[in-house]
T-cell receptor, first 115, second 117 residues
Framework: AAGVIQSPRHLIKEKRETATLKCYPI?????VYWYQQGPGQDPQFLIS???????DKGSIPDRFSAQQFSDYHSELNMSSLELGDSALYFC??????????????FGQGTRLTVV | GENVEQHPSTLSVQEGDSAVIKCTYS??????FPWYKQELGKGPQLIID?????GEKKDQRIAVTLNKTAKHFSLHITETQPEDSAVYFC????????????????FGKGTHLIIQP
């Protein structure tokens, strides 16, 4: 079965550079979520989109922005990178309105290292 | 906002024994409670979930119970196997079932489950 696809899997950037992470949700899923997970920590919710509109906002820094495109894929844009932005970034997708519940399935993540 | 507490942080059990992980949540409006298993270097994998209109749900060796009054939910794994070793996260969110999407998940801090052979 198709899963959530994230690219790239690994990314190394220098401080103050920008990065763009991409997420391709499971086919027919209409909601995308972004999470940040530091080493040994739980995933922290950043932002989500439903039908290409922002649906919920978490602890996303002002330096980050995201959007969902007409084909439902999403991109997380990160600017003025800081050392503390080094983390695993996960994208998840779900199908809202599904009678069995909003099951969110996660991708394999992008490991961002800021040096 | 929502706050999810998870205990214990580490749990070591003998293979074949049962494991129980407990979580509490603070926001009485939360109505959806999934559990995720995360192996090293991989994304969280949904293993079971429960909605607030249900008190218990079971899927083979895994079960989840929910006490809405106490704002408490638990994961039960029976007949544990070595491949159950991983970090387990509980989570909570609010879902508008009539449409409009779900809030992002608030996760607990995780439980490192170790299955001793």
């Amino acid at each position: 079965a198709a899963g959530v696809i994230q690219s790239p899997r690994h990314l190394i950037k220098e401080k103050r550079e920008t990065a763009t992470l991409k997420c391709y949700p499971i086919p027919r899923h209409d909601t995308v979520y972004w999470y940040q997970q530091g080493p040994g920590q739980d995933p922290q919710f950043l932002i989500s989109f439903y039908e290409k509109m922002q649906s919920d906002k978490g602890s996303i820094p002002d330096r980050f922005s995201a959007q969902q495109f007409s084909d439902y894929h999403s991109e997380l844009n990160m600017s003025s990178l800081e050392l503390g932005d080094s983390a695993l970034y996960f994208c998840a997708s779900s199908l809202e309105g599904a009678p069995w519940g909003p099951e969110a399935f996660f991708g394999q993540g992008t490991r961002l290292t800021v040096v | 906002g929502e706050n999810v507490e998870q205990h214990p942080s580490t749990l070591s059990v003998q293979e074949g024994d049962s494991a129980v992980i407990k979580c509490t949540y603070s926001d009485s409006a939360s109505n959806y409670f999934p559990w995720y298993k995360q192996e090293l270097g991989k994304g969280p994998q949904l293993i079971i979930d429960i909605r607030s209109n249900v008190g218990e749900k079971k899927d083979q060796r895994i079960a989840v119970t929910l006490n809405k009054t106490a704002k408490h939910f638990s994961l039960h794994i029976t007949e544990t196997q070595p491949e159950d070793s991983a970090v387990y996260f509980c989570a909570a969110s609010k879902v508008v079932y009539s449409g409009g999407g779900a809030d992002g998940l608030t996760f607990g801090k995780g439980t490192h489950l170790i299955i001793q052979p």
